[in-house]
Protein backbone atom coordinates (compact mmCIF):
# COMPACT_ATOMS: atom_id res chain seq x y z
CA UNK A 1 0.00 0.00 0.00
CA UNK A 2 1.02 3.23 -0.71
CA UNK A 3 2.51 5.20 2.40
CA UNK A 4 0.21 8.25 1.36
CA UNK A 5 -2.19 6.43 2.74
CA UNK A 6 -1.11 5.63 5.87
CA UNK A 7 -2.44 7.32 8.93
CA UNK A 8 -1.07 5.68 12.56
CA UNK A 9 -3.22 5.45 15.21
CA UNK A 10 -1.82 6.53 18.66
CA UNK A 11 -2.45 3.29 20.57
CA UNK A 12 0.28 1.62 18.36
CA UNK A 13 2.72 3.84 19.77
CA UNK A 14 2.00 3.38 23.53
CA UNK A 15 1.60 5.58 26.19
CA UNK A 16 3.74 9.13 23.96
CA UNK A 17 2.16 12.12 24.64
CA UNK A 18 0.25 13.51 21.41
CA UNK A 19 2.89 16.31 20.90
CA UNK A 20 5.25 13.49 19.96
CA UNK A 21 3.35 11.59 18.70
CA UNK A 22 2.26 14.06 15.99
CA UNK A 23 6.22 15.45 16.17
CA UNK A 24 7.51 11.26 15.05
CA UNK A 25 4.58 11.07 12.72
CA UNK A 26 5.27 14.19 10.88
CA UNK A 27 9.41 13.78 10.81
CA UNK A 28 8.54 10.57 9.08
CA UNK A 29 6.42 11.92 6.43
CA UNK A 30 3.12 9.73 7.31
CA UNK A 31 0.24 11.71 6.06
CA UNK A 32 -2.22 10.92 9.10
CA UNK A 33 -2.79 10.36 12.68
CA UNK A 34 -5.80 8.10 14.27
CA UNK A 35 -5.99 9.31 17.93
CA UNK A 36 -7.99 7.67 21.14
CA UNK A 37 -9.29 10.81 22.70
CA UNK A 38 -7.59 9.61 25.82
CA UNK A 39 -4.32 10.06 24.25
CA UNK A 40 -5.32 13.84 23.44
CA UNK A 41 -4.11 14.18 26.71
CA UNK A 42 -4.11 17.27 28.90
CA UNK A 43 -4.02 19.76 25.68
CA UNK A 44 -7.08 18.48 25.11
CA UNK A 45 -9.13 18.49 21.35
CA UNK A 46 -8.21 22.36 21.21
CA UNK A 47 -4.45 21.82 21.80
CA UNK A 48 -4.38 18.56 19.85
CA UNK A 49 -6.29 20.53 16.73
CA UNK A 50 -3.28 23.16 17.38
CA UNK A 51 -0.50 20.70 17.11
CA UNK A 52 -2.28 18.37 14.11
CA UNK A 53 -2.67 20.98 11.62
CA UNK A 54 0.60 23.20 12.32
CA UNK A 55 2.80 19.75 11.90
CA UNK A 56 0.38 19.54 8.49
CA UNK A 57 -1.32 15.94 9.39
CA UNK A 58 -4.74 15.19 8.52
CA UNK A 59 -7.16 13.15 11.25
CA UNK A 60 -8.12 9.50 9.29
CA UNK A 61 -10.86 9.14 12.51
CA UNK A 62 -11.31 10.22 16.26
CA UNK A 63 -11.51 6.84 18.74
CA UNK A 64 -13.88 6.67 20.23
CA UNK A 65 -17.88 6.76 20.66
CA UNK A 66 -20.45 4.37 21.87
CA UNK A 67 -20.52 1.98 23.98
CA UNK A 68 -24.85 2.77 24.06
CA UNK A 69 -25.90 -0.40 26.49
CA UNK A 70 -23.48 1.35 29.40
CA UNK A 71 -26.70 3.26 30.72
CA UNK A 72 -30.17 3.91 30.05
CA UNK A 73 -29.49 7.52 27.82
CA UNK A 74 -26.95 5.40 25.58
CA UNK A 75 -24.03 7.11 27.41
CA UNK A 76 -25.14 10.56 25.60
CA UNK A 77 -23.06 13.15 27.64
CA UNK A 78 -19.83 11.24 26.75
CA UNK A 79 -20.66 10.34 22.93
CA UNK A 80 -21.69 14.41 22.56
CA UNK A 81 -18.01 15.42 23.85
CA UNK A 82 -17.01 12.56 20.97
CA UNK A 83 -18.76 14.25 18.47
CA UNK A 84 -17.67 17.64 19.35
CA UNK A 85 -13.70 16.47 19.72
CA UNK A 86 -14.19 14.80 16.60
CA UNK A 87 -15.19 18.02 15.44
CA UNK A 88 -12.29 20.03 16.86
CA UNK A 89 -9.95 18.17 15.42
CA UNK A 90 -11.02 17.98 11.62
CA UNK A 91 -11.63 13.65 12.14
CA UNK A 92 -13.39 12.53 9.70
CA UNK A 93 -15.17 10.40 11.19
CA UNK A 94 -16.19 9.75 14.84
CA UNK A 95 -15.14 5.95 15.80
CA UNK A 96 -18.02 4.17 17.73
CA UNK A 97 -18.01 1.11 19.40
CA UNK A 98 -21.56 -0.65 20.17
CA UNK A 99 -20.89 -1.73 23.65
CA UNK A 100 -21.68 -4.96 24.75
CA UNK A 101 -24.76 -7.10 26.62
CA UNK A 102 -26.98 -4.12 28.45
CA UNK A 103 -26.03 -3.96 32.22
CA UNK A 104 -26.86 -6.89 34.55
CA UNK A 105 -28.50 -8.65 31.16
CA UNK A 106 -27.84 -12.01 28.95
CA UNK A 107 -30.12 -10.66 26.46
CA UNK A 108 -28.42 -10.13 23.25
CA UNK A 109 -31.75 -9.25 21.72
CA UNK A 110 -32.45 -6.42 24.14
CA UNK A 111 -28.60 -5.22 23.65
CA UNK A 112 -28.99 -5.21 19.85
CA UNK A 113 -31.81 -2.95 20.33
CA UNK A 114 -30.50 -0.59 23.26
CA UNK A 115 -27.60 -0.51 20.60
CA UNK A 116 -30.12 0.57 17.62
CA UNK A 117 -31.63 3.24 19.65
CA UNK A 118 -28.59 5.25 21.16
CA UNK A 119 -27.10 4.80 17.67
CA UNK A 120 -29.95 7.12 16.26
CA UNK A 121 -29.54 9.36 19.43
CA UNK A 122 -25.98 9.58 18.45
CA UNK A 123 -26.79 10.92 15.17
CA UNK A 124 -29.38 13.13 15.34
CA UNK A 125 -26.57 15.03 17.17
CA UNK A 126 -23.95 14.21 14.80
CA UNK A 127 -25.46 14.52 11.45
CA UNK A 128 -26.35 18.36 11.65
CA UNK A 129 -23.27 18.82 12.58
CA UNK A 130 -21.52 17.16 9.64
CA UNK A 131 -19.66 14.76 11.76
CA UNK A 132 -20.18 11.07 10.41
CA UNK A 133 -20.11 8.22 12.47
CA UNK A 134 -18.34 5.05 11.77
CA UNK A 135 -19.70 2.00 13.57
CA UNK A 136 -17.05 -0.76 14.33
CA UNK A 137 -18.05 -3.90 14.53
CA UNK A 138 -15.40 -5.82 16.43
CA UNK A 139 -14.36 -9.47 17.06
CA UNK A 140 -17.25 -11.56 18.82
CA UNK A 141 -14.43 -12.55 21.89
CA UNK A 142 -15.82 -8.72 22.74
CA UNK A 143 -19.54 -9.41 22.82
CA UNK A 144 -19.90 -9.36 26.45
CA UNK A 145 -18.13 -6.68 27.55
CA UNK A 146 -17.25 -4.41 24.74
CA UNK A 147 -19.29 -5.11 21.15
CA UNK A 148 -22.15 -6.92 20.65
CA UNK A 149 -22.11 -5.92 17.49
CA UNK A 150 -19.95 -8.67 15.58
CA UNK A 151 -19.74 -8.88 12.24
CA UNK A 152 -19.84 -6.65 9.28
CA UNK A 153 -23.28 -7.97 8.00
CA UNK A 154 -24.63 -6.70 11.36
CA UNK A 155 -23.36 -3.11 10.92
CA UNK A 156 -24.48 -2.89 7.60
CA UNK A 157 -28.03 -4.09 8.98
CA UNK A 158 -27.91 -1.34 11.89
CA UNK A 159 -26.56 1.15 8.88
CA UNK A 160 -29.80 0.41 6.68
CA UNK A 161 -32.02 1.96 9.33
CA UNK A 162 -30.37 4.78 10.03
CA UNK A 163 -28.65 6.61 7.65
CA UNK A 164 -27.35 9.25 6.50
CA UNK A 165 -24.56 10.08 8.31
CA UNK A 166 -23.73 6.68 9.46
CA UNK A 167 -21.35 4.14 7.56
CA UNK A 168 -18.76 1.04 9.04
CA UNK A 169 -15.50 1.08 9.85
CA UNK A 170 -13.57 -2.54 8.26
CA UNK A 171 -10.64 -3.83 10.92
CA UNK A 172 -9.18 -7.21 9.63
CA UNK A 173 -8.50 -8.02 12.81
CA UNK A 174 -11.85 -8.19 13.76
CA UNK A 175 -13.59 -9.29 10.70
CA UNK A 176 -10.82 -11.56 8.92
CA UNK A 177 -12.49 -15.04 9.94
CA UNK A 178 -16.21 -14.50 8.91
CA UNK A 179 -16.70 -16.23 5.64
CA UNK A 180 -19.55 -13.62 4.83
CA UNK A 181 -16.85 -10.50 4.84
CA UNK A 182 -16.17 -10.42 0.76
CA UNK A 183 -19.76 -9.82 0.01
CA UNK A 184 -20.66 -7.92 3.08
CA UNK A 185 -17.43 -5.57 1.84
CA UNK A 186 -18.91 -5.58 -1.68
CA UNK A 187 -22.07 -4.64 -0.21
CA UNK A 188 -20.95 -2.15 1.78
CA UNK A 189 -18.96 -0.40 -1.31
CA UNK A 190 -22.69 -0.25 -3.02
CA UNK A 191 -23.76 1.49 -0.25
CA UNK A 192 -20.89 3.81 -0.04
CA UNK A 193 -20.65 2.78 3.68
CA UNK A 194 -17.10 2.10 4.34
CA UNK A 195 -16.09 5.23 6.50
CA UNK A 196 -12.43 3.80 7.87
CA UNK A 197 -10.70 0.91 7.32
CA UNK A 198 -7.97 -0.24 9.74
CA UNK A 199 -5.57 -2.58 9.70
CA UNK A 200 -3.26 -5.20 11.93
CA UNK A 201 -2.40 -8.60 12.26
CA UNK A 202 -4.25 -11.57 14.08
CA UNK A 203 -1.27 -13.75 15.31
CA UNK A 204 -0.66 -17.80 16.11
CA UNK A 205 -0.73 -18.29 18.74
CA UNK A 206 -2.55 -14.83 20.19
CA UNK A 207 -1.61 -15.29 24.26
CA UNK A 208 -3.89 -11.95 24.77
CA UNK A 209 -7.16 -11.11 24.40
CA UNK A 210 -6.50 -7.67 24.16
CA UNK A 211 -3.03 -6.46 23.82
CA UNK A 212 -1.06 -9.45 21.51
CA UNK A 213 -1.93 -7.67 17.91
CA UNK A 214 0.60 -8.20 15.71
CA UNK A 215 2.50 -6.03 12.95
CA UNK A 216 1.00 -6.45 9.43
CA UNK A 217 2.48 -9.50 7.98
CA UNK A 218 3.73 -10.95 11.48
CA UNK A 219 -0.05 -13.07 11.66
CA UNK A 220 -2.21 -14.85 9.07
CA UNK A 221 -4.31 -12.61 7.80
CA UNK A 222 -4.86 -12.66 4.07
CA UNK A 223 -3.89 -8.38 4.25
CA UNK A 224 -3.11 -7.76 0.47
CA UNK A 225 -6.48 -9.41 -0.54
CA UNK A 226 -8.31 -7.56 1.86
CA UNK A 227 -7.45 -3.97 1.01
CA UNK A 228 -8.19 -5.25 -2.93
CA UNK A 229 -11.76 -6.00 -1.83
CA UNK A 230 -11.53 -2.85 0.17
CA UNK A 231 -10.48 -1.00 -2.55
CA UNK A 232 -12.67 -2.69 -5.34
CA UNK A 233 -15.43 -1.60 -2.88
CA UNK A 234 -14.81 1.85 -3.77
CA UNK A 235 -12.83 2.96 -0.61
CA UNK A 236 -9.91 5.55 -1.28
CA UNK A 237 -9.43 7.13 2.22
CA UNK A 238 -6.63 6.22 4.88
CA UNK A 239 -5.81 3.34 6.04
CA UNK A 240 -4.90 3.37 9.60
CA UNK A 241 -2.71 1.38 11.34
CA UNK A 242 -4.14 0.47 14.83
CA UNK A 243 -1.86 -2.41 17.28
CA UNK A 244 -2.26 -2.92 20.71
CA UNK A 245 0.55 -5.11 21.42
CA UNK A 246 2.88 -4.96 24.70
CA UNK A 247 5.69 -6.21 22.59
CA UNK A 248 5.76 -3.66 19.96
CA UNK A 249 5.25 -1.12 22.79
CA UNK A 250 8.56 -2.21 24.03
CA UNK A 251 10.31 -0.67 21.06
CA UNK A 252 11.13 2.87 20.97
CA UNK A 253 8.51 5.09 19.04
CA UNK A 254 10.74 5.96 16.19
CA UNK A 255 11.30 2.28 15.29
CA UNK A 256 7.77 1.35 16.01
CA UNK A 257 6.67 4.04 13.18
CA UNK A 258 9.88 2.96 10.50
CA UNK A 259 8.10 -0.85 11.22
CA UNK A 260 4.82 0.37 10.58
CA UNK A 261 6.24 2.10 7.48
CA UNK A 262 7.60 -1.13 6.59
CA UNK A 263 4.93 -3.56 7.19
CA UNK A 264 2.40 -1.03 5.50
CA UNK A 265 4.57 -0.72 2.41
CA UNK A 266 4.85 -4.73 2.20
CA UNK A 267 2.21 -6.54 3.34
CA UNK A 268 -1.13 -4.80 3.14
CA UNK B 1 -32.34 -29.78 33.52
CA UNK B 2 -32.91 -32.49 34.68
CA UNK B 3 -29.71 -34.56 35.96
CA UNK B 4 -30.56 -37.40 33.76
CA UNK B 5 -29.43 -35.82 30.74
CA UNK B 6 -26.19 -34.68 31.93
CA UNK B 7 -22.78 -35.97 30.54
CA UNK B 8 -19.25 -34.67 32.00
CA UNK B 9 -16.53 -34.07 30.08
CA UNK B 10 -13.31 -36.07 30.86
CA UNK B 11 -11.19 -32.07 30.25
CA UNK B 12 -13.97 -30.20 32.87
CA UNK B 13 -12.01 -33.04 36.02
CA UNK B 14 -8.81 -31.39 35.06
CA UNK B 15 -6.13 -33.90 35.03
CA UNK B 16 -6.99 -37.18 36.35
CA UNK B 17 -6.86 -40.91 35.41
CA UNK B 18 -10.12 -42.25 33.38
CA UNK B 19 -11.04 -44.85 36.40
CA UNK B 20 -11.10 -42.16 39.01
CA UNK B 21 -13.20 -40.05 36.36
CA UNK B 22 -15.67 -43.09 35.94
CA UNK B 23 -15.70 -43.45 39.60
CA UNK B 24 -16.45 -40.25 40.24
CA UNK B 25 -19.27 -39.75 38.26
CA UNK B 26 -20.87 -43.41 39.06
CA UNK B 27 -21.21 -42.74 42.62
CA UNK B 28 -22.27 -39.49 42.12
CA UNK B 29 -25.10 -40.88 39.97
CA UNK B 30 -23.99 -38.85 36.84
CA UNK B 31 -25.44 -41.06 33.65
CA UNK B 32 -23.24 -40.04 31.24
CA UNK B 33 -19.15 -39.41 30.56
CA UNK B 34 -17.80 -37.48 27.51
CA UNK B 35 -13.99 -38.66 27.14
CA UNK B 36 -11.11 -36.51 25.49
CA UNK B 37 -9.00 -39.24 23.51
CA UNK B 38 -6.03 -38.74 25.55
CA UNK B 39 -7.86 -38.89 28.67
CA UNK B 40 -8.38 -42.31 27.73
CA UNK B 41 -4.66 -43.02 28.91
CA UNK B 42 -2.70 -46.11 29.35
CA UNK B 43 -6.00 -48.53 29.41
CA UNK B 44 -7.14 -47.35 26.16
CA UNK B 45 -10.49 -47.36 24.24
CA UNK B 46 -10.63 -50.89 25.70
CA UNK B 47 -10.16 -50.40 28.99
CA UNK B 48 -11.66 -47.42 29.18
CA UNK B 49 -14.78 -49.33 27.44
CA UNK B 50 -14.82 -52.05 29.95
CA UNK B 51 -14.79 -49.52 33.21
CA UNK B 52 -17.50 -47.32 31.72
CA UNK B 53 -19.32 -49.96 30.79
CA UNK B 54 -18.98 -51.78 34.27
CA UNK B 55 -19.89 -48.63 36.11
CA UNK B 56 -23.02 -48.38 33.85
CA UNK B 57 -22.43 -44.76 32.45
CA UNK B 58 -23.02 -44.08 28.93
CA UNK B 59 -20.73 -41.89 26.24
CA UNK B 60 -22.40 -39.02 25.15
CA UNK B 61 -19.57 -38.26 22.61
CA UNK B 62 -15.44 -38.90 22.34
CA UNK B 63 -13.49 -35.45 21.58
CA UNK B 64 -12.15 -35.73 19.18
CA UNK B 65 -11.25 -36.06 15.73
CA UNK B 66 -11.12 -33.98 13.04
CA UNK B 67 -8.12 -31.40 11.81
CA UNK B 68 -8.23 -32.22 8.32
CA UNK B 69 -6.41 -29.28 7.46
CA UNK B 70 -3.12 -30.80 9.39
CA UNK B 71 -1.87 -32.21 6.31
CA UNK B 72 -3.00 -33.35 2.28
CA UNK B 73 -4.40 -36.45 3.34
CA UNK B 74 -7.33 -34.62 5.52
CA UNK B 75 -5.59 -36.15 9.00
CA UNK B 76 -6.98 -40.00 7.91
CA UNK B 77 -5.08 -42.27 9.76
CA UNK B 78 -5.92 -40.42 13.34
CA UNK B 79 -9.38 -39.36 12.14
CA UNK B 80 -10.06 -43.48 11.42
CA UNK B 81 -8.46 -44.59 15.05
CA UNK B 82 -10.75 -41.75 16.34
CA UNK B 83 -14.04 -43.58 14.86
CA UNK B 84 -12.73 -47.00 15.91
CA UNK B 85 -12.49 -45.79 19.53
CA UNK B 86 -15.64 -44.13 19.54
CA UNK B 87 -17.24 -47.43 18.62
CA UNK B 88 -15.21 -48.97 21.07
CA UNK B 89 -16.17 -46.98 23.97
CA UNK B 90 -20.26 -46.75 22.54
CA UNK B 91 -20.09 -42.93 21.87
CA UNK B 92 -22.85 -41.28 20.69
CA UNK B 93 -20.91 -39.79 18.18
CA UNK B 94 -17.39 -38.74 17.23
CA UNK B 95 -16.99 -35.01 17.79
CA UNK B 96 -15.13 -33.20 15.12
CA UNK B 97 -13.28 -30.37 14.86
CA UNK B 98 -12.28 -28.60 11.44
CA UNK B 99 -8.85 -27.74 12.21
CA UNK B 100 -7.80 -24.11 10.97
CA UNK B 101 -6.09 -22.61 7.96
CA UNK B 102 -4.39 -24.85 5.97
CA UNK B 103 -0.30 -25.27 6.87
CA UNK B 104 1.74 -22.21 5.33
CA UNK B 105 -1.63 -20.70 3.69
CA UNK B 106 -3.76 -17.51 4.59
CA UNK B 107 -6.78 -18.58 2.45
CA UNK B 108 -9.61 -19.11 4.46
CA UNK B 109 -12.02 -19.96 1.16
CA UNK B 110 -9.28 -22.89 -0.04
CA UNK B 111 -8.86 -24.43 4.15
CA UNK B 112 -12.95 -24.64 3.89
CA UNK B 113 -12.55 -26.23 0.84
CA UNK B 114 -9.91 -28.83 2.43
CA UNK B 115 -11.87 -29.13 5.45
CA UNK B 116 -14.94 -30.23 3.41
CA UNK B 117 -12.85 -32.78 1.19
CA UNK B 118 -11.24 -34.11 5.06
CA UNK B 119 -14.94 -34.58 6.38
CA UNK B 120 -15.79 -35.91 3.30
CA UNK B 121 -13.15 -38.70 3.68
CA UNK B 122 -14.28 -39.39 7.24
CA UNK B 123 -17.55 -40.24 6.57
CA UNK B 124 -16.59 -42.58 4.14
CA UNK B 125 -15.17 -44.27 6.80
CA UNK B 126 -17.50 -43.27 9.67
CA UNK B 127 -20.88 -44.36 7.83
CA UNK B 128 -20.57 -48.00 7.19
CA UNK B 129 -19.10 -48.11 10.58
CA UNK B 130 -22.11 -46.34 11.71
CA UNK B 131 -20.55 -43.85 14.40
CA UNK B 132 -22.19 -40.80 13.97
CA UNK B 133 -19.64 -37.70 13.51
CA UNK B 134 -20.77 -34.31 15.00
CA UNK B 135 -19.14 -31.17 13.48
CA UNK B 136 -18.62 -28.62 15.98
CA UNK B 137 -17.93 -24.88 15.27
CA UNK B 138 -15.62 -23.14 17.27
CA UNK B 139 -15.69 -19.66 18.45
CA UNK B 140 -13.86 -17.27 16.01
CA UNK B 141 -11.17 -16.86 18.10
CA UNK B 142 -9.82 -20.19 17.30
CA UNK B 143 -10.25 -19.64 13.14
CA UNK B 144 -6.58 -19.88 12.71
CA UNK B 145 -5.32 -22.68 14.42
CA UNK B 146 -7.94 -24.69 15.27
CA UNK B 147 -11.42 -24.78 13.95
CA UNK B 148 -12.07 -22.40 10.76
CA UNK B 149 -15.74 -23.17 10.70
CA UNK B 150 -16.51 -20.93 13.34
CA UNK B 151 -21.30 -20.80 12.79
CA UNK B 152 -23.79 -22.92 13.61
CA UNK B 153 -24.55 -21.75 9.93
CA UNK B 154 -21.45 -22.82 8.10
CA UNK B 155 -21.54 -26.26 9.90
CA UNK B 156 -24.64 -26.86 8.57
CA UNK B 157 -23.67 -26.05 5.18
CA UNK B 158 -21.23 -28.41 5.57
CA UNK B 159 -23.82 -31.47 6.64
CA UNK B 160 -26.00 -30.44 3.79
CA UNK B 161 -24.05 -31.71 0.89
CA UNK B 162 -22.13 -34.45 3.13
CA UNK B 163 -24.99 -36.23 4.48
CA UNK B 164 -25.90 -39.01 5.90
CA UNK B 165 -24.11 -40.04 9.41
CA UNK B 166 -23.06 -35.97 10.18
CA UNK B 167 -24.83 -33.67 12.28
CA UNK B 168 -23.86 -30.79 14.49
CA UNK B 169 -22.10 -30.22 18.17
CA UNK B 170 -23.93 -27.24 19.33
CA UNK B 171 -21.58 -25.80 22.00
CA UNK B 172 -22.96 -22.73 24.50
CA UNK B 173 -19.37 -21.44 24.69
CA UNK B 174 -18.40 -20.96 21.20
CA UNK B 175 -21.89 -19.99 19.37
CA UNK B 176 -23.84 -17.76 21.96
CA UNK B 177 -22.50 -14.41 20.50
CA UNK B 178 -24.56 -15.19 17.05
CA UNK B 179 -27.34 -13.41 15.93
CA UNK B 180 -28.12 -15.90 13.81
CA UNK B 181 -28.42 -18.53 16.48
CA UNK B 182 -31.70 -19.07 16.88
CA UNK B 183 -32.72 -19.45 13.65
CA UNK B 184 -30.01 -21.81 12.82
CA UNK B 185 -30.74 -24.46 15.75
CA UNK B 186 -34.60 -24.33 14.31
CA UNK B 187 -32.99 -25.21 10.89
CA UNK B 188 -30.38 -27.85 12.37
CA UNK B 189 -33.51 -29.26 14.25
CA UNK B 190 -35.86 -29.36 11.50
CA UNK B 191 -33.09 -31.62 9.72
CA UNK B 192 -32.48 -33.39 12.69
CA UNK B 193 -28.71 -32.72 12.74
CA UNK B 194 -28.28 -31.56 16.42
CA UNK B 195 -25.89 -34.49 17.10
CA UNK B 196 -24.74 -33.05 20.80
CA UNK B 197 -25.25 -29.96 22.90
CA UNK B 198 -22.33 -28.76 25.26
CA UNK B 199 -22.24 -26.43 28.05
CA UNK B 200 -20.21 -23.81 29.92
CA UNK B 201 -20.08 -20.16 30.35
CA UNK B 202 -18.42 -16.92 28.94
CA UNK B 203 -16.43 -14.87 31.94
CA UNK B 204 -16.34 -11.25 31.96
CA UNK B 205 -13.52 -10.68 32.34
CA UNK B 206 -12.10 -13.56 30.05
CA UNK B 207 -8.54 -13.90 31.17
CA UNK B 208 -7.04 -16.23 28.75
CA UNK B 209 -8.09 -17.59 25.15
CA UNK B 210 -8.50 -21.44 26.25
CA UNK B 211 -8.38 -21.85 29.84
CA UNK B 212 -10.83 -19.51 31.41
CA UNK B 213 -14.10 -20.58 30.74
CA UNK B 214 -16.96 -20.61 33.21
CA UNK B 215 -18.79 -23.03 35.32
CA UNK B 216 -22.74 -22.49 34.00
CA UNK B 217 -24.09 -19.34 35.78
CA UNK B 218 -20.38 -18.14 36.69
CA UNK B 219 -20.78 -15.85 32.71
CA UNK B 220 -23.38 -13.91 30.62
CA UNK B 221 -24.49 -17.02 28.50
CA UNK B 222 -28.04 -17.14 28.61
CA UNK B 223 -28.21 -21.12 28.74
CA UNK B 224 -31.88 -21.99 30.20
CA UNK B 225 -33.25 -19.73 26.79
CA UNK B 226 -30.62 -21.50 24.52
CA UNK B 227 -31.05 -25.34 26.17
CA UNK B 228 -34.97 -23.95 25.71
CA UNK B 229 -34.44 -23.31 21.84
CA UNK B 230 -32.16 -26.44 21.72
CA UNK B 231 -35.06 -28.38 23.65
CA UNK B 232 -37.78 -26.84 20.92
CA UNK B 233 -35.56 -28.03 17.95
CA UNK B 234 -36.24 -31.67 19.19
CA UNK B 235 -33.17 -32.54 20.68
CA UNK B 236 -33.27 -34.54 23.81
CA UNK B 237 -30.07 -36.26 23.89
CA UNK B 238 -26.96 -35.68 26.45
CA UNK B 239 -25.87 -32.71 27.94
CA UNK B 240 -22.37 -32.25 28.08
CA UNK B 241 -20.22 -29.83 30.56
CA UNK B 242 -17.24 -29.26 29.46
CA UNK B 243 -15.17 -26.48 30.84
CA UNK B 244 -11.56 -25.87 30.38
CA UNK B 245 -11.13 -23.47 33.82
CA UNK B 246 -7.27 -23.75 35.42
CA UNK B 247 -9.82 -22.10 38.27
CA UNK B 248 -11.93 -24.95 38.74
CA UNK B 249 -9.05 -27.85 38.07
CA UNK B 250 -7.83 -26.60 41.39
CA UNK B 251 -10.58 -27.64 43.40
CA UNK B 252 -10.78 -31.39 44.20
CA UNK B 253 -12.43 -33.44 41.84
CA UNK B 254 -15.45 -34.52 43.58
CA UNK B 255 -16.28 -30.96 44.32
CA UNK B 256 -16.27 -30.10 40.79
CA UNK B 257 -18.57 -32.99 39.75
CA UNK B 258 -21.06 -31.29 42.35
CA UNK B 259 -20.47 -27.80 41.49
CA UNK B 260 -20.90 -28.92 37.92
CA UNK B 261 -24.11 -30.96 38.98
CA UNK B 262 -25.77 -28.11 41.22
CA UNK B 263 -24.86 -25.63 38.16
CA UNK B 264 -26.37 -28.14 36.14
CA UNK B 265 -29.88 -28.15 37.82
CA UNK B 266 -29.87 -24.37 38.29
CA UNK B 267 -28.58 -22.89 35.50
CA UNK B 268 -28.92 -24.87 32.56
Not at 176 to 181: A, Q, T, V
Amino acid sequence: MDLNRLSVNTATLGEVPIKEAVDLLARAQVPAIGPWRHDLGPVGATGAARLIRDAGLQVSGLCRGGFFTKDQYGNRGDNHRAVDEALEIGAKCLVVVSGGLLQGSKSLPFSHEAIRNGLALLLDYARPLGMPIAIEPLHPMYAADRCAINTLGHALELCDGLGPGIGVAIDAYHLWWDRNLAQDIEKAGKQQLITAYHVCDWLVPTQHLLLDRGLMGEGVIDLKNLSQMVGGAGYSGFVEVEIFSERLWSKPPERIVQEVMDAFTFYV
